[in-house]
């Protein structure tokens, strides 16, 4: 399954680049301090998991930074391997227990979040043809106190119908950051767990 998933990816549905059933009140999830909040469309909010559970990055993680921003993300070298997505990612990852990619999408153009939220979805409804392009969340977090929009959506490309979460920003002066991360619809909410761990080892420089 992996072939095909890496194939339908590499096709350009998530270059430039929800209401799951799970998800059905949920409007965005933020890390606060390391805990794990989810926000609600009634304005209230909960710990992940019904208390208070802290999100950690595993002890021995490698620092993997970008050339081009000052980002980078912290990963298990045990847990993970490079993804080989191609040259529109300056760095991608495999996880090799879930059939899941992590990328970075590092440009050195400026583009307004609500442009770049547009564009992500334009492209990704561009890549799916007829198919509708579902969005789950839409949303905002912090990482490493820097605000990021949070897009989570499910599209159907080439066959495969597989759900992404994008955090994206810009930084002034400086270029434009995806945080892409995907999996098969069917296996996006077991692997959130694993997409929180990436989000928390994010650092910023200022």
Not at 5 to 20: D, K, Y
Not at 28 to 41: A, E, F, P, Q, S
Not at 59 to 69: G, Q, T
Request: include cysteine; charge should be negative.
């Amino acid at each position: 399954m992996r072939t095909t998933v890496r194939a339908a990816f590499i096709s350009g549905l998530i270059f430039v680049g929800t209401q799951a059933p799970g998800f059905a009140a949920e409007i965005g999830r933020v890390t606060v301090d390391g805990n794990l909040v989810i926000l609600h469309d009634d304005k209230t909010w909960e710990y992940a998991g019904g208390e208070e559970k802290k999100v950690t990055v595993p002890k021995n993680c490698v620092e993997i930074s970008s050339k081009i921003l000052p980002v980078s993300v912290c990963l298990d070298p045990d847990a993970w391997a490079l993804g080989g997505l191609g040259d529109d990612y300056e760095h991608s990852f495999y996880n090799k227990e879930h059939d899941m990619y992590v990328g970075l999408i590092t440009e050195e153009k400026v583009v307004e979040k609500k442009a770049l939220r547009d564009a992500i979805l334009t492209n990704a409804q561009h890549a799916s043809g007829l198919n509708k392009v579902e969005t789950f969340e839409d949303s905002s977090a912090s990482l490493s106190g820097h605000e990021f929009g949070k897009l989570v959506f499910r599209a159907i490309s080439d066959g495969v119908d597989a759900t992404f979460a994008n955090y994206y920003t810009s930084f002034q002066g400086k270029g434009t950051l995806q945080i892409v991360a995907f999996a098969i619809s069917d296996e996006f909410e077991k692997i959130t767990p694993v997409i929180d761990e990436v989000i928390a080892s994010v650092k910023i420089a200022d």
